[in-house]
């Protein structure tokens, strides 16, 4: 997730995981903009969205495989 979400590593500050936990990415996004992060663009949405896509996939193969 750090390569696709601009602002990750602040998420992963301490407190600031537990503080936005409940955000979605979108939320995130209009949020970091305060803090003066550029806000996700369609292009980064997609990316972020085809890797939970295939993370999810692998994780049903595995399953599958079990």
């Known amino acids: 997730m750090r390569e ?3 602002f990750w590593n602040f998420i992963e ?3 600031n ?3 936005f936990k409940e955000f979605s990415l979108l939320q ?3 949020e970091m903009k305060g803090i003066g992060f550029s806000p996700l ?3 980064q949405i997609k ?3 085809a890797y939970f896509r295939e ?3 692998n994780k ?3 399953k599958d495989d079990k």
């Open 41 to 43: 663009t369609h292009e």
């Open 60 to 62: 049903i193969m595995e």
């Open 47 to 49: 990316k972020i969205d």
């Open 4 to 6: 696709l979400v601009p």
């Open 17 to 19: 995981f537990d503080h």
């Open 55 to 57: 993370y999810s996939k």
């Open 28 to 30: 995130l996004s209009n």
């Open 13 to 15: 500050l301490p407190g």
